[in-house]
Nanobody
């Protein structure tokens, strides 16, 4: 029983920045990885970025150099710093948490980037 809550979404202009946060709570022994996915209307869900407990990061090509994922293991929290936002970044962003090899998802937070 792990709960996942995202925050930080909103409406920004192209070129702006947002910082998303995701906090995991509940029966947590060890989080193996945390990541961010996004889904735009009419499109498939896609991985944005992920980070393992050891700090290894993975980014989607389209966000490399603009987004940075980080985590605070002591707080069971993962962050996604999004800079130089583009309209094509508009989507619902979902936080995913892998705890003892089971996946948990947050409710999603809307990110809208206007041109």
């Amino acid at each position: 029983q792990v709960q996942v809550v995202e925050s930080g979404g909103g409406l920004v202009q192209a070129g702006g920045s947002l910082r998303l946060s995701c906090a995991a709570s509940g029966s947590i022994f060890s989080i193996n990885a945390m990541g961010w996915y996004r889904q735009a209307p009419g499109k498939q869900r896609e991985l944005v970025a992920s980070i393992t407990s050891g700090g290894t990061t993975t980014y989607r090509d389209s966000v490399k150099g603009r987004f940075t994922i980080s985590r605070d293991n002591a707080k069971n929290t993962v962050y996604l710093q999004m800079n130089s936002l583009k309209p094509e970044d508009t989507a619902i962003y979902y936080c995913a948490v892998t705890e003892r090899l089971r996946n948990y998802w947050g409710q999603g937070t809307q990110v809208t980037v206007s041109s």
